[in-house]
């Protein structure tokens, strides 16, 4: 895919600025956070190919702005439950902060990938992985047959591959 066109997400700008801003003011509660995200928002628009027709603009740039918000939000539990796990280690274990926000980017692509999967995968691929449980495990648990969780961790896994090696 080629990026967008300059004029055609600059003229998006100029017509659409405005009011994508206010409607992520009202969502945030926070002009500079809405200020950031718009920002984000044209930015990730210059970066992939528009529709060759917008319809309706504002619905593609409230799509595209709303995920934004979502992953703005997500990072922020992601932090807030790296920083308290971090409390509970004594202060001369405690990792540099450039190890800390390399964590946190980390956390962060992997949340990235695990959204990707359908509810039932990502429940099915964290028991195996973080729980350690094994396929019939999950299938009682979940009240599943071992099929049925086989194949969602066959989904699960290459999902994650392609999102690692073909992006």
Request: hydrophobic share 45%; net charge neutral.
């Amino acid at each position: 895919m080629s990026p967008s066109s300059s004029n055609d997400v600059g003229e998006l700008y100029l017509q659409h600025h405005s009011w994508i801003v206010a409607m992520l003011r009202r969502r945030l509660g926070n002009r500079e956070q809405a200020l950031d995200i718009a920002q984000d928002t044209f930015v990730k628009l210059l970066r992939s190919e528009l529709p060759p027709l917008l319809r309706e603009p504002r619905a593609y740039l409230c799509t595209v702005a709303s995920r934004l918000c979502l992953q703005h939000f997500r990072r922020q539990a992601l932090e807030a439950a790296y920083l308290d796990s971090l409390a509970l280690i004594e202060p001369q274990h405690q990792p540099s902060e450039e190890t800390r926000l390399l964590v946190l980017e980390a956390l962060d692509a992997v949340g990235q990938v695990l959204d990707g999967l359908g509810s039932r995968v990502r429940e099915i691929f964290l028991l195996s992985q973080l729980d350690g449980l094994i396929y019939p495990q999950i299938a009682e648990q979940l009240g599943l047959t071992v099929n049925v969780v086989q194949k969602a961790m066959l989904k699960a896994y290459r999902h994650c591959y392609a999102a690692v090696y073909q992006q």
